[in-house]
């Protein structure tokens, strides 16, 4: 079992930067594949960022530059750094995370949430116009 606790969400004003943080418990840190994703109200959740076991990232269209997904191993943590936000970026925002055994999913970064086993609670992100 893994638990995930995300921290760094608030309210900030459009044009500003949150720094979101995702910490893991469980089996070595290193051996999952991590991912944030989203859920706006009254929309579905989506993908946001992620990073493979290898440390490879993909990040959705609607990032364009602004946010950036590193992990750090020795901390067990994956944070999400955002910058130049936009109201269209509030939504709740999740820390998802998956084991990984294999030679080609240690290169694999996952965007899709049924890739992911396990998921955080989320952390809100509001901001403001």
């Known amino acids: 079992q893994v638990q995930l606790v995300e921290s760094g969400g608030g309210l900030v004003q459009a044009g500003g930067s949150l720094r979101l943080s995702c910490a893991a418990r469980?089996?070595?840190?290193?051996?999952?594949?991590m991912g944030w994703f989203r859920q706006a109200p009254g929309k579905e959740r989506e993908f946001v960022a992620a990073i493979s076991r290898s440390g490879g990232t993909l990040d959705a269209d609607f990032v364009k530059g602004r946010f950036t997904i590193s992990r750090d191993n020795a901390k067990n943590t994956v944070s999400l750094q955002m910058n130049s936000l936009k109201p269209e970026d509030t939504a709740v925002y999740y820390c998802?995370?998956?084991?990984?055994?294999?030679?080609?999913?240690?290169?694999?970064?996952?965007?899709?949430?049924?890739?992911?086993?396990?998921w955080g609670q989320g952390t809100q992100v509001t901001v403001s116009s």
């Open positions: 469980g089996r070595t840190f290193s051996s999952y594949a």
């Open positions: 998802a995370c998956a084991a990984v055994d294999s030679v080609w999913d240690y290169y694999h970064v996952r965007t899709k949430e049924r890739e992911y086993d396990y």
